[in-house]
């Protein structure tokens, strides 16, 4: 018989924190790119678009709905490049960075790091790699922060567009 898999370590409250803040901010995040998605692409339809043109974008907002933040971010940024006007600057880098550190933060399980108050996210990606280093609650929170500027950004984004960001199966 084999021996039982040891249970994870128990995270400090600080820890498990600023992990729950993060994946919050993840969660907020999802929300201005479907919001900015609805925003432009209805832009792009313009005042007259056809009946069935119309379905079609309800159906696809209906389906962004379950979507992933990275499936999200790649629709995103492919309706605003598409937008005539939209200046996004640095926003395509940050949210890639941001894309494969949810993935870390969300599916890594933590072991105790080299320093006390430190633990280090055992994660390996799609491509193989490891995350290289032991992370405290202030990186964690680092993490939260930059993600609530992108969302930041990414909802001045769907602003300018002048139509409120709101998708199919909102409650009114």
Known sequence: MMPLPRAPDRLPDEMAAALGHAVAAFGFLEEALKRAIFSLTRK???????????EAWLRRMEEIADDTLGTLIDSFLAAARRSEGVE?????????????????LCH???????RPGMWHP?????????????????????????????ARQVVSVMRRTGIDGEWAGADP
């Open 44 to 54: 792009g339809l313009g005042q007259d678009a056809q009946d069935h043109a119309l």
């Open 108 to 114: 890594a399980s933590w072991r105790p790091g080299a």
């Open 88 to 104: 996004l600057g640095a926003l395509p880098s940050t949210l890639t960075d941001l894309r494969r550190m949810r993935n870390l």
């Open 122 to 150: 055992t994660f390996i990606n799609t491509r193989g790699e490891r995350h290289p280093h032991d992370m405290g609650a202030e990186d964690v929170l680092q993490v939260r922060d930059r993600t609530l500027q992108a």
